[in-house]
């Protein structure tokens, strides 16, 4: 991405016949320098100016170096100067979307449009910033009228498909990245997204071919997650093992690779791949933290924090890291010390829902009555029954069709990597948006016990939960689960929720009969041993037609299934509108 125009003439014409002669030579030679990556004379010949200009360039000097917020404060008071300048606006959105503040950046991205109303790169800027952000309708739009004005920009196009990839219109997305693959614009990123698009359309061969195209040509710790991912659900372990150990020996992949081999369950091989890692090539702070976590699984919480806190030395705002630090100090007991990390994470993301759970542990552990008013499951954790869907004349006739329906998504034989389902299979695709009528009846009967949760919790202001409840939500992301014998899901929270839930279609016999727990969902135990113990408060026995909803920062799991049963759910997340 061009982060200034190609020649001094173009980034001066506007204002060179204001600097004297010495002025001007001085900025062309700055910008000579930072072109060559000669930061050094960069600095010498920028830093004695005070104009605008000089200041833009010796930001993005700094940025180049690393110096992220020395570049930041250069490109403000280069904007304070002139504030007129919509590249110098342009590239404050750049930085600081790179550093994480993404309001700044949109504001930015906006200013820079609203100083030149055709400035496409920075409404491309702000177009990947709204999918990153999760503004799929929002960026959809916004590329539409790029593309009306501009009907053959690539980035727009590309983002056009990007867009409705993630609001679930696959077909569409595939067409979009066919035609731009067949104009000659064969790139690894576009492989990698239409890889996506025919995965979710159950053209798994033809997925995992342009997969395996994109990462070979630009190998990326996203591709192998992705190609790791598809190869392990489809239980292709001779070449998962493969990947894994090419990925292993590469400096910008070793600590996916390593966080892959913890997330398959073996926490020790990830220890020992970032160790033999380590004494090859320099690994980045992340290794840390994934060493961090990998402690955590196998039981070592000291370790886990020695880990942890080197990856916050070395990264402070390394969110990962800063969860596995609270782990491991409410595994050892010390809820206190692990609030001191808490408090700052709920203020700055005051509706991310683990950082709730976290606190929830750490008042359950000190034995504050906070815990009880936080966690009130008799209130939070409500069962109800899911209202025939339209065109069925009973819920266990709607039940045996949407299993039928559910049944030809589950294209995979095992779970997948990064989520906490063990021994069953995802589907693969938002339900929200597949074309299937019993589908789409399901989803619309949601409507009813949804609005009457909403209405039972209320909507007080002293509560995480209820003080997002306006009235209205929209479904974040619909799938199913198929648990086989033996089948459960790990403790875990709904990190992006505000509303989850558990959908019953099919449930196990052991679990009807009530002779044991298995089968049942069970809410308040973390994922890991704390001291003192935190066992589950509550399970729910679930029945075929049943619907459970709670709060998405509880912790919850399941019990696991007997040999040979079969449980088949359709959970969803609900947010706020």
């Keep these: 991405m061009r982060l200034l125009p190609r020649t001094w003439r173009q980034l001066g014409s506007r204002t060179k016949h204001f600097l004297v002669d010495p002025i001007n030579q001085a900025i062309q030679s700055g910008y000579a320098a930072y072109k060559r990556g000669d930061h050094a004379n960069a600095r010498r010949f920028l830093a004695p100016i005070d104009h605008p200009k000089a200041m833009h360039l010796l930001g993005l000097v700094e940025k180049d170096a690393g110096n992220l917020t020395v570049a930041a404060d250069l490109l403000d008071r280069a904007a304070i100067i002139d504030p007129t300048d919509h590249e110098i606006a342009h590239n404050q959105g750049l930085l600081a979307r790179q ?12 200013r820079a449009v609203s100083l030149k109303s055709d400035f496409s790169q920075a409404n491309i800027s702000l ?12 960026a959809l739009t916004l590329y539409q009228d790029l593309i009306k004005a501009e009907p053959s920009s690539l980035p727009a196009r590309y983002g056009l498909a990007t867009a409705q990839l993630e609001l679930g219109k696959a077909e569409a997305a595939e067409r979009g990245f066919d035609t731009l693959i067949e104009e000659g614009h064969d790139r690894p990123e576009i492989r990698f997204m239409r890889s996506r698009a025919r995965l979710e359309l159950r053209r798994t061969d033809e997925g995992l071919e342009d997969l395996r195209l994109s990462h070979r040509n630009n190998p990326t710790p996203l591709t192998l997650k992705t190609l790791a991912g598809i190869l392990w659900m489809k239980g292709d372990a001779d070449a998962l093992e493969g990947l894994l150990a090419e990925a292993t020996s590469q400096p910008q992949l070793a600590v996916q690779a390593a966080e892959i081999l913890r997330q398959r369950g073996t926490p020790e091989d990830a220890l020992r791949a970032i160790d033999t890692a380590k004494s090859s090539f320099a690994l980045p702070p992340d290794a840390y933290s994934v060493a961090a976590m990998a402690y955590v699984d196998i039981g070592d919480a000291e370790s886990a924090v020695t880990a942890a806190t080197a990856c916050l030395d070395a990264d402070p705002q390394n969110r990962i890291a800063t969860g596995n630090l609270i782990s491991a100090l409410l595994m050892l ?30 008042y359950r552990l000190m034995g504050m009555p906070d815990y009880e008013s936080l966690v009130d499951m008799e209130r939070f954790v409500r069962p109800y029954e899911l209202p025939i869907p339209d065109g069925f004349d009973s819920i266990e006739t709607f039940n045996t069709q949407f299993i039928e329906a559910l049944d030809r998504w589950q294209i995979y034989e095992t779970h997948p990597l990064d989520q906490s389902l063990r021994f069953g299979v995802q589907t693969p695709r938002d339900l929200t948006s597949i074309d299937d009528p019993v589908i789409k009846a399901y989803i619309a009967a949601l409507d009813t016990p949804i609005r009457q949760y909403m209405r039972d919790v ?30 459960r899901h790990i403790n875990h929270v709904h990190p992006h929720g505000w509303i989850s839930s558990a959908y019953y279609a099919a449930v196990p016999k052991e679990t009807l009969n009530g002779v044991s727990k298995a089968g049942c969902i069970k809410f308040g135990e973390p994922p890991f041993e704390t001291v003192p113990p935190s066992p589950p408060q509550k399970w729910v026995r679930p029945k075929p037609g049943q619907l459970v909803l709670f709060p998405s920062f509880m912790w919850h799991g399941t019990e696991a299934t007997v040999e040979g049963s079969t449980r088949i759910t359709a959970p969803f997340d609900a947010v706020p509108v």
């Excluded at 550093?99 to 906006?110: D, P, T, V």
């Excluded at 177009?127 to 929002?138: S, T």
């Design 99 to 110: 550093l994480g503040l993404f309001e700044g950046a949109e504001a930015a991205f906006r």
């Design 127 to 138: 177009g990947r910033l709204l999918i990153d952000l999760g503004r799929w309708d929002e």
């Design 333 to 362: 007991g010390k809820a206190d010390e692990a609030m001191q990390h808490i408090r700052p994470m709920r203020v700055a993301e005051p509706n991310g829902q683990h950082w709730i759970a976290y606190e929830a542990t750490a």
């Design 458 to 487: 209320g909507s007080a202001d002293d509560h995480p939960l209820t003080q997002r409840n306006t009235g209205n939500y929209k479904i974040a992301g619909c799938w199913s689960v198929r648990l086989q014998g033996g089948g």
